[in-house]
């Protein structure tokens, strides 16, 4: 009898392995292949320091490492890990950032990379020379010195202690370059690619594509997997998503709609995988506070109360690239504001009659009459500009307002808003990492990005105090106290609904994680294609 | 002598209206059925409040994308809204647009034809070039840099659509209006002393309403054509307000395979109401045009 169960039991493992072995295997990375993937814009120069589209990030990060990523496999991408820095520790007032830089670490030419080059490439992020742009000089205000004890070993020394360093420091955009050709030439980099990163350059050819190739010196050993990558650069939408659909590319990293992730899932059946995540980018209304009845509060109040997110989140993301209802912070990430105290929030109420019930009441009481009309301003993007438009503008009307859409063309919208030419305006953000200080610094009064000229004294200490607090339970109060501030009791801005990442690919591709930024986990070192 | 008064009758106005109707239609069939559509599309747009089964521009998520159904007879768009509905109020949007643009263009385009006609010399060589320079771009080309200039509200794009229209129409008026300069009425006016204003307003303007209708019908046809493809493009008509050119654009382009019929009926409505408009106006210069009225 024993005997028997022994058997059956070795049979029913027997099953099993023979029905799991062959996904184990598909999960073991494997070496080989050329990953091809689209990307709809075009690197305006190859000096990720001084750039701000994923046109740059996306062919180009391959080719280099950072100080510090993001994790590539969490999915918040909120989580530092070392890339060039071994490991690392703060002094105790979270002042002084100390590196262990790797050993056997070169550049592409063989040269060694050191702290020399760390520094210089902080260096020209932090404090260009002249000529010389640097797009995110600012979010390094706290740094007062770099040092470079030994040729593996660098500290920064902050000023104050700042919640956000670490992340900062994970920034995609911060390839490391080598020091001696920085020294020669601080423009080198715009035109040219000498990087530690994974793969090789091979060639651009503008409007074409990009290739990389396998850097057999790599000095995490094993990796990278993929033989090759090369990057199409396709514009057209439908043209990306034909490209995956006839497995010309495997994938796009940005994203597409709901409508073409549905069409590829429909043509390509188990062919394809979707991985989708909240987006660190969001659609949000300004309003200015210097043009009536938007200086009165309680109009803007009204606006906000209007809108029924809830139903909206399930509804929009079917026809458009949003979905979540979301404070200041991405769903899911660790500042992000708990459900239940966003529901506390104005216009993020369960109760959408009673809602608009208390926006009436406030236009009422603010003088503005049933039927009042004003402009909208949208920005001339179809995704998701145009739908949520609509869907705003048929909100406004529920409670008694008459809104007349006027489209901006997407090159003329952000001087509009810098003119401040508008009575209500969309506007939006998009983050490369989520973290607070990057994306709530645009609602200080000094940000440039403050469009509708509030000022707000209270809003701008909390975000030191936030900046500088020095346990995440601190910081989360003063997060908490901030968001309700800027969307519940002053209103300077509302956020609409977070936008949504949806990134179908083709099955093959394996070891890549969506995250809420389009601008991490590109530099394809863990990435492999099964067979 | 009461028999013979009887046989003399002037018939009225009604009635010669109606025999003229008659006779258009039983010799112009076809251009009968355009102006059968011409006329469903004012009375669409005329009643458009009380026959469009919902409100176009409420949004209902409940019913998005919804295929045609006894409830919404032509399907909704990705917001629930009723195509029927916003093709009904579309029509108002093509025809404030299409007249308004066609009947400027038009207009405009008579007095400066007729204009530089009876001035002739130095004022018909300056008055001609520019509207050769006008000429020498395509219709579309201008009316888009126009509305990027001025900005996309309806009033605009109706003065972006009339301006290419100008010198097409002046040019075809002037050519008639040459020779009515030569008439004998026209220097019975001149030597009667009238103003230039008087003699092309109220002596050669008449004499060429014939041609000027004809531009007008055929330029209905061509305005509402271009509205739609400026709508289509994103530089006309803005959301939410219903319009047949927003109609085909965006999410229709997007759920095509889907929801075809987002971007199916707006189709037909703009293909239709083109066709209408040429095959009314081909009828109407057949009618007018004395060389082939008899045929």
Not at chain 1, 12 to 23: E, R
Not at chain 1, 512 to 520: A, E, F, G, K, N
Not at chain 2, 119 to 142: A, E, N, Y
Request: hydrophobic residues 45%; charged residues 20%.
């Amino acid at each position: 009898m024993l005997n028997r169960i022994n058997a059956l039991f070795m049979l029913a493992v027997g099953i099993v392995m023979a029905l799991v072995w062959p996904a184990m295997a598909q999960d073991k990375p494997r070496s080989g292949g050329e990953l091809i993937f689209a990307v709809p814009s075009e690197p305006p120069s190859y000096d990720a320091h001084q750039e701000e589209t994923f046109g740059v990030i996306h062919p180009v990060a391959p080719h280099y490492n950072t100080l510090l990523r993001t994790d590539p496999t969490d999915k918040t991408g909120t989580k530092p890990v070392g890339d060039l820095a071994e490991s690392w520790t703060i002094s105790s007032d979270q002042k002084t950032y100390t590196f262990k830089l790797r050993s056997g670490v070169k550049f592409h030419d063989g040269s060694d990379m050191t702290s020399k080059d760390v520094k210089a490439s902080y260096d020209k992020i932090m404090k260009p020379p002249a000529g010389v742009k640097s797009l995110r000089a600012a979010s390094y205000g706290a740094v007062e010195s770099v040092e470079t004890p030994d040729a593996h070993t660098i500290v920064f020394k902050l000023k104050w202690p700042e919640s956000s360093f670490l992340l900062n420091l994970a920034s995609p955009w911060n390839f490391i370059y080598k020091a001696d050709i920085l020294a020669k030439d601080p423009h080198w980099y715009e035109k040219n690619i000498m990087g530690t990163g994974p793969f090789l350059f091979v060639e651009h050819v503008r409007g074409s594509h990009w290739v990389g190739k396998k850097n057999p010196n790599y000095w995490d050993k094993g990796k990278p997997y993929l033989d090759s990558y090369r990057a199409l650069f396709i514009k057209s939408s439908s043209a990306q998503v034909a490209a995956v659909r006839g497995e010309r590319a495997h994938i796009q990293f940005r994203g597409f709609t709901p409508a073409d992730r549905d069409s590829l899932v429909k043509a390509l059946g188990n062919k394809i995988t979707v991985q989708e995540s909240p987006w660190d980018c969001v659609l949000m209304v300004n309003m200015h506070h210097d043009k009536k009845p938007f200086d009165d509060k309680r109009v803007r109040r009204a606006l906000t109360l209007a809108l029924d997110r809830y139903t909206a989140s399930k509804n929009l993301s079917r026809i458009a690239i949003v979905q979540d209802v979301a404070g200041i912070q991405v769903p899911g990430t660790p500042w992000a504001t708990p459900p239940e105290d966003l529901e506390k929030l104005a216009g993020y109420g369960r109760d959408i009659n009673a809602s608009r019930a208390e926006a009436r009441k406030l236009l009422k009481e603010a003088g503005v009459p049933e039927g009042f009309s004003f402009t909208f301003k949208n920005r001339g993007v179809p995704q998701p500009y145009e739908p949520v438009g609509i869907w705003l503008i048929d909100q406004w009307k529920q409670i008694g307002l008459n809104v007349k859409q006027e489209i901006v063309e997407a090159s003329a919208f952000h001087s509009m808003l810098k003119r401040g030419d508008f009575e209500v305006s969309m506007d939006f953000q998009c983050g490369f990492i989520v973290e607070p200080d990057l994306d709530i610094a645009r609602f200080l009064a000094v940000s440039d990005a403050n469009y509708g000229k509030h000022k707000d004294k209270v809003m701008d200490e909390l975000y030191l105090k936030q900046a500088r607090a020095t346990s995440p339970e601190e910081r989360k109060k003063y997060l908490r106290q901030f968001e309700k501030r800027l969307l519940d009791e002053e209103v300077h801005v509302f956020y609409t609904l977070q936008w949504h990442r949806i990134i179908p690919h083709n099955a093959k591709v394996r070891g890549w994680m969506v995250t809420p930024s389009h601008y991490l986990n590109q530099q394809l070192d863990t990435v492999w294609l099964a067979q | 002598m009461s028999e013979l008064v009887v046989g003399l009758e002037v018939p009225s106005r009604g009635s010669r209206l109606r025999a003229a109707c008659g006779d258009f239609i039983r010799r112009r069939p076809l251009g009968a059925i355009g102006a059968a559509v011409i006329l469903l599309m004012f009375a669409a747009a005329l009643t458009a409040p009380l026959i469009s089964p919902y409100d176009p521009v409420q949004v209902h998520f409940a019913a998005m994308l919804a295929p045609p159904s006894a409830e919404h007879w032509l399907g909704t768009d990705s917001f629930g809204r009723d195509v029927l509905s916003r093709l009904i109020y579309g029509s108002q949007t093509a025809l404030i647009v299409g007249f308004g643009a066609s009947l400027l263009g038009a207009t405009i385009g008579a007095l400066i034809g007729v204009a530089s006609a009876y001035f002739g010399g130095r004022i018909d060589l300056l008055l001609q070039r520019f509207m050769d320079v006008l000429l020498s771009f395509p219709l579309i080309i201008l009316a888009l840099a126009l509305v990027a200039i001025l900005g996309n509200s309806i009033p605009n794009l109706i003065v972006a659509i009339m301006i290419p229209m100008v010198p097409r129409c002046a040019l075809v008026i002037r050519s008639s209006a040459l020779s009515i300069r030569e008439m004998p009425y026209v220097d019975a006016a001149r030597a009667a002393g009238f103003t230039h204003s008087r003699i092309i307003l109220r002596h050669m303007l008449p004499n060429v309403m014939a041609t000027y209708l004809v531009m007008l019908t055929a330029f209905l046809g061509q305005a509402i054509l271009l509205e739609a493809s400026l709508s289509f493009l994103g530089l006309g008509v803005q959301e939410p307000l219903p319009a047949w050119g927003l109609m085909l654009r965006g999410a229709a382009v997007e759920f095509a395979e889907t929801a075809p019929w987002m971007a199916i009926f707006p189709g037909v409505a703009i293909s239709l109401a083109v066709f209408a408009f040429n095959l009314f106006g081909d009828s109407l210069r057949d009618a007018l045009d004395p060389r082939l009225r008899t045929q």
